[in-house]
């Protein structure tokens, strides 16, 4: 579930709403698909979500940059994007 969420992210910028605030939101892939790396900044505010998604051949992994993993998962579970 949480790679689909992140393949909903275009690849580039986009723009999201996550808890009523609106984030700025990177999202690069790597190594053909495998590979994912999300930032997301709030806009006009000081909150970041950083992240790497790794899909090995027998599991995948969620590598949060310096925050808890349950931050970035409520993230990837909860933005709307903002259209």
């Not at 053909?32 to 992240?51: P, Q, R």
């Not at 599991?59 to 925050?67: A, D, L, N, V």
């Amino acid at each position: 579930m949480i790679l689909k969420r992140i393949h909903l992210l275009p690849v580039g910028y986009s723009i999201v709403k996550y808890h009523g605030k609106s984030y700025g939101v990177t999202s690069t892939d790597y190594n053909n698909g495998k590979s994912h790396k999300v930032y997301a900044e709030e806009l006009g505010g000081t909150d970041f979500i950083s992240l790497n998604y790794y899909t090995l051949k027998s599991k995948s992994i969620i590598k949060p940059c310096e925050m808890p993993e349950e931050k970035v998962v409520d993230f990837l579970m909860k933005y709307e994007m903002h259209y």
